[in-house]
């Protein structure tokens, strides 16, 4: 990834789904992606939801599809959140695309100069992120995610996996 990115540099393109597993496999047999990589039950540092304390309990898996990622969201609780605003329970659609800001705080007010409301926000392993609702401006949410080596070098774990894996179905899910 790019030391210097635009405003615009969509990385990553989100599902929720039903079951990650299940989605997982129906993307691999699909387009032939692989391997995800699995983080489960992600622990999310002061989460919030439409301005209020928002937990919610949600697994990734993320593979590399060329220079997109392909994420797929499971929420597991039936808490209200940035998920369940557009895809309901038992459904899946695409959800978001993510892009990755060296100046977060310029990125967000950017969208909310906008008239652009947070739908949601925290961090997770020291990383700010954010989504915005922007859905009814482009059908799908805009996640903005705090540039910095730590997302920078799970993402290159990402890449690297795609690139070294043999296309063994039983290394489709590595748990992180």
């Not at 060329?66 to 895809?87: N, T």
Request: hydrophobic share 40%; with cysteine.
């Amino acid at each position: 990834m790019s030391e210097h990115l635009s405003p615009a540099a969509i990385f990553q393109m989100s599902w929720v789904v039903r079951d990650l597993e299940d989605a997982a496999i129906r993307w691999n047999r699909s387009m032939g992606l692989g391997p995800f990589l699995v983080n489960r039950h992600i622990a999310i540092s002061d989460p919030v939801y439409r301005g209020n304390p928002g937990p919610v309990d949600f697994s990734t898996a993320i593979a590399q599809a060329g220079p997109i990622q392909i994420e797929l969201v499971q929420q597991h609780d039936d808490q209200p959140s940035c998920y369940r605003d557009s895809v309901a329970p038992g459904a899946e659609a695409m959800h978001h695309v993510a892009t990755m800001a060296e100046d977060f705080e310029a990125e967000l007010a950017r969208y909310t100069d906008q008239g652009f409301e947070i739908a949601s926000s925290g961090s997770f392993a020291g990383v700010r992120f954010c989504y915005v609702d922007t859905r009814g401006a482009f059908g799908h949410m805009v996640e903005i995610l705090e540039h910095g080596k730590a997302i920078t070098a799970f993402f290159s774990a990402i890449r690297k996996a795609a690139d070294d894996w043999d296309g063994d179905r039983s290394t489709l899910l590595r748990e992180l």
